[in-house]
């Protein structure tokens, strides 16, 4: 998922347009923009499907202002009614307001449960809406900073939030620092963006990010921040480096690519295998693989070819349609990989479904030897923070070891990068959320890891 703000930009909704284009590989399900006039009417238009399938030239003339939020979903099956496409937009007495959210909340349902048992009702299943009740708990007037720090003090868990009043953006993350957020100038105006990458095609000045437990507030005097918390800690997520954001963002000072290219280079270290090319999996492998083949010697080949036009696989809600995204995405270019031992890197392996399907492509195209090396440690804990990286049960390195994993997906060897190679490679970082790959989660959980089966 990923929330996009613009405040002070002629025509900010044409701009929201452009960026959620660019921050599209985080989220293909559905796609939203709300803006605000300049006599404060708030207009929305929302929709399941990529950012071009949803709005079109008329749409972005009705969506008026300077002053818009955004918002790309990217969610689980369970979750795919258009209800839950943000941003959301509430009609309030004391004023309207739009809210969108990045992340997962892991004391909703208990918080939802005490408002429900008070009266109130959702309409969602969204962060968004939570945060919208608990403003309005603590207050009858349009959200406001003190009733925005009361509510988010209550949240547990992983959150970018933009609120969006007539006449202000607030942007507040959570205290973990879970999920990137960065403010982009933009002339006389500011940008607020999931990842950097936005900021160029939207011709904005990287500012500066918003830090865990900072609320922002852009309006005309500019902007202001607060913490709603003291306690707070600088655990990202270590799969926005791996694998979502794109190579093009900083993140937190770092690089993408740079930190892909870093970890690729550790994990020669780590792993050298014998062979005579390195291949990565196009997109998110390019980096890390031209890191192996930059420490190893080897040459960097693009065995793989990737069909652009085709979504990205794991997003796909069932397995056989999964299997049949991966087919339909890549192919192996017969003349670079016949007759060769290749060295194959990728990301990560999460159900297994990509590396196997690849270990055979690679095999049926003439490769001799394949050696699989992930640029991550290996995947054995759910998400319980927004990032759909699977259940437990699905999860190949929680259920089988490294060889049984090697043999499952036919390799003739496996090996991933170590828990510190993957924190190092992040310009001298010394904190990281590695959860999914380590179990130790940053915050309570309210739920036991099993749970997240049913
Ligand atoms: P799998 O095929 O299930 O092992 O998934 C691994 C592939 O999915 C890797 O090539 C990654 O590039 C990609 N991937 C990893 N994590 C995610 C995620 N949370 N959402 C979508 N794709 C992912
Ligand atoms: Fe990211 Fe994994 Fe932590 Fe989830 S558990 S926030 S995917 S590092």
Redesign the pocket.
């Known amino acids: 998922m990923s929330v996009l703000g613009v405040y002070g930009v002629p025509q900010a909704a044409s701009l929201i347009y452009y960026g959620l284009h660019t921050m599209q590989h985080r989220g293909q399900e559905g796609c939203g923009i709300v803006s605000v006039t300049d006599d404060g009417r708030m207009l929305r238009h929302r929709g399941k499907g990529l950012v071009s399938e949803v709005f079109n030239a008329q749409k972005m003339e009705e969506l008026a202002g300077s002053m818009a939020i955004g918002h790309v979903l990217y969610t689980g099956a369970a979750s795919r009614s258009v209800d839950n496409i943000q941003p959301l937009f509430f009609h309030h007495g004391s004023g309207d307001f739009a809210v969108a959210s990045n992340g997962n909340i892991v004391n909703a349902a208990l918080l939802r449960d005490e408002l429900e048992s008070r009266g109130s009702l959702f309409h969602s299943m969204t962060d968004s809406e939570l945060l919208a009740h608990l403003i309005k708990k603590e207050s009858s007037e349009e959200p406001r900073i003190n009733t925005l720090v009361a509510a988010l003090k209550l949240l547990e868990g992983a959150f970018a939030f933009l609120i969006m009043t007539k006449n202000r953006i607030y942007a507040c993350r959570d205290r973990y620092g879970l999920h990137p957020l960065s403010i982009g100038r933009l002339g006389d105006g500011y940008v607020v963006a999931s990842e950097t990458c936005a900021f160029d095609t939207m011709g904005a000045e990287f500012l500066c990010d918003v830090r865990p437990g900072e609320i922002v507030t852009i309006d005309h005097k500019g902007i202001r921040s607060t913490f709603y918390t003291e306690e707070r800690h600088h655990c990202m997520c270590a ?1 926005e480096y791996i ?2 954001a794109r190579p093009d963002s900083d993140i937190e000072g770092c690089n993408v690519h740079a930190y892909r290219k870093e970890s690729g280079r550790r994990l020669y270290q780590e792993a050298p295998a014998d062979a005579d090319i390195v291949i990565g ?1 196009p997109d ?2 390019l980096s890390a693989a031209q890191g192996y083949s930059e420490a190893s010697g080897l040459p960097c080949e693009m065995g793989l070819i990737k069909n652009k036009y085709v979504g ?4 796909q809600p069932s397995q056989s349609l ?1 299997e049949m995204g ?1 087919k339909m995405k890549l192919s192996a270019v017969r003349s670079i990989v016949s007759g060769k031992r290749v060295v194959m890197v ?10 196997r399907r690849i270990v055979d492509l690679l095999r049926q195209a003439g490769a001799t030897e394949v050696h699989v090396r992930i640029a991550s440690p290996t995947m054995t804990h759910p ?1 319980f923070y927004g ?4 259940t437990l049960d699905e999860l ?1 390195l929680a259920n089988h070891s490294i060889e049984e994993s090697c043999r499952l997906i036919g390799a003739d060897s496996l090996a991933f990068l170590s828990y510190d190679a993957t924190l190092r490679s992040a310009c001298g970082r010394s904190e990281m959320c590695l959860a999914c790959f380590n179990g130790h989660y940053p915050t309570p959980i309210y739920q036991s890891i099993e749970d997240v089966n049913k």
């Open positions: 799969m694998y979502f999996v998110s492998s990205r696989t794991f997003i999964r991966v990728d990301d990560s392996i999460v159900r297994g479904t990509t590396s998400c990032v759909d990286t699977s190949m």
